[in-house]
């Protein structure tokens, strides 16, 4: 919190129904949160004439009080961005890592953050889902095998403005870490490790920003868009604890920098353990590791990672996507092949349609459930991605594994059975793992025209998932299971994986 700087309650600013007055927009506000709603959304509750007035406060926790900055306000309610805890809740405890606004919730203990996790993802299902019996299908919450350091990947960015913690001001230096929370241009330094990525890195990266700072080259400065560097991100092997960097810098005073003592002093701190080192220069003003034009350049060892899940190894190259969390990865993709193969118990005899031998992964990416299914289930397995490139290293990875029974097409879900009518019919479940973003109507109706027996979909946004489960009911698919999977301890994020089939009295509709 600035000090000095009077910060008004919720009353000053709460809007009269009738007289259309409204929050102002970025006004700050003190805030006591009483509840919370699914997505870690803290919730204060204001009394008036008109009712109650509820505010939402992203990653704020129940009994805290803090201060709020209004990103959005309409009749019954307001949304908000947290800015700072002012006082913790009673249940929270000491941290024994830096405190980072990646993980909101570290202070609160994990049993209560799966309590909260379980509660709120449920009452979705029920709220949006229209599934009113939850526990009738509901078979449990999966943990985390870890709940520190479980990360395999961490951006950090520079920034010529630096948030100091303790005084609340923004100073003009040089910083390496986290952006502040609710800021594009402030960094606050990580000077020690946060909990969730590497002890050993993060633990070093006050030093390496000592180093980058005595180059007398800029850390990039948000506002004017200028400036040298501009991230560092680095991936970590969960299975040989390997690291492979990338230094993202703009190439202006690109011909002062010097990137052999740039790699010696990583190779002095990692050893054995540095993997590769990549230099990309990005200077897009646009505030993203990844350039639209560009160039990235290995200056030292091999440009990837080797990741094993379950018995199989994938290439991971830095800008590929893959599970942030391996260990917790490896449970969630067994618990789809148990599903998908029907281990449940549930009976998929009376089923009259879709019948076939194939099971079909679509948004397959670069194909780790897909083999996965190959190897363990022995049936041939279609994976199916918009994105060329992850096809291609789908086929790839499928080589080196040796994976014999699994077949990768670039494809529009929609028009797949148009470019390859021999699966009609033949496809007897779906594996369905898209973005956060979900499946839009559309896609769900080609999805469901494909006429599997049994759908397990895998989703990284509970709201979303339950949003679909009521398109799938109405064409004849009947929820028959549902978990939660806990990939990101210490924040709001929860997976889930749904269990849907075809009824027989459906087994028409959506063809």
């Known amino acids: 919190m600035h000090h000095g700087t ?13 007289r259309e007055r409204k929050f102002r927009k970025n006004e700050a506000l003190i805030l006591d949160v009483e509840d919370i709603a699914f997505g870690g959304k803290g919730i204060a509750r204001i009394t008036t004439d008109q009712g109650p007035f509820v505010v939402f406060i992203q990653n704020a926790f129940p009994g805290q009080k803090v201060e709020a900055r209004v990103v959005k306000c309409k009749s019954r309610h307001a949304e908000c961005r947290l800015e700072e805890v002012i006082e913790r ?3 929270e405890i000491e941290l024994d890592y830096q405190e980072i606004p990646g993980a ?3 202070r609160v ?19 949006i889902g229209g599934v009113e019996d939850i526990q009738s299908v509901y078979e449990g919450f999966i943990p ?13 960015s520079f920034s010529a403005i630096v948030h100091n913690p303790e005084t609340g001001e923004k100073d003009d230096a040089f910083g390496l870490g986290f952006k502040k929370r609710g800021t594009w241009w402030a960094v606050e330094n990580l000077n020690s490790d946060c909990g969730l990525f590497d002890a050993q890195v993060e633990n070093f990266l006050s030093k390496l920003r000592q180093w980058f700072e005595k180059s007398t080259l800029p850390a990039w400065h948000p506002p004017k868009r200028e400036g040298f560097y501009r991230f560092l991100v680095v991936r970590r092997s969960e299975a040989n604890e390997k690291l492979l960097f990338n230094l993202v810098t703009s190439s202006v005073g690109i011909d002062t920098f010097n990137r052999g003592e740039f790699v010696e002093i990583l190779k002095t701190e990692f050893g054995n353990r540095l993997q590769g080192v990549m230099h990309t220069i990005n200077d897009d003003i646009g505030d993203r590791v990844e350039a639209r034009s560009g160039s990235s350049e290995l200056i030292h060892g091999e440009a990837h990672i080797t990741e ?7 290439d991971i190259e830095m800008s590929s996507f893959f599970q942030t969390n391996p260990v917790c990865a490896q449970r969630l993709y067994a618990e789809v092949i148990d599903a998908v193969e029907g281990t449940n118990g549930s009976d998929l005899s009376e089923s009259s349609h879709g019948n076939g031998e194939y099971i079909m992964d679509l948004f397959c990416g670069t194909g780790t459930i897909a083999q996965m299914l190959a190897r363990h289930t022995g049936k041939p397995i279609i994976g199916v991605d918009i994105v060329e490139q992850a096809i291609v290293d789908a086929r790839k990875s499928a080589q080196k594994n040796g994976t014999q029974n699994v077949e990768f097409h670039a494809a529009d879900v929609g028009k797949f059975l148009l470019e390859f009518p021999e ?6 479940s779906i594996v369905l793992d898209p973005p956060r973003a979900g499946i839009s109507p559309k896609s769900l109706r080609k999805v469901i025209r494909l006429g599997a027996s049994r759908l397990v979909y895998v989703s990284c946004n509970p709201a979303t998932q339950a949003r679909d489960i009521v398109t799938l009911r109405e064409f004849g698919y009947a929820l028959k299971q549902l978990k939660l999977v806990d990939q990101f301890p210490h924040t709001a994020h929860i997976e889930a994986i749904a269990v849907f089939e075809k009824t027989l009295t459906a ?3 959506g063809t």
């Open 89 to 91: 809740a009673s249940c």
């Open 423 to 428: 699966y009609k019919g033949q496809i007897q």
């Open 6 to 18: 009077k910060i008004p309650t919720v009353r000053h600013y709460l809007c009269a129904v009738g």
């Open 144 to 156: 985390s095998p870890k709940n520190w350091h479980y990360r395999n990947k961490m951006e950090y």
């Open 507 to 509: 087994s028409n509709l």
């Open 109 to 127: 203990p994990l049993d209560i953050q799966r309590a909260t996790k379980e509660e709120t993802a449920l009452e979705l299902y029920k709220r």
């Open 104 to 106: 909101p919730y570290a």
């Open 308 to 314: 094993t899940l379950n018995g199989l190894d994938f």
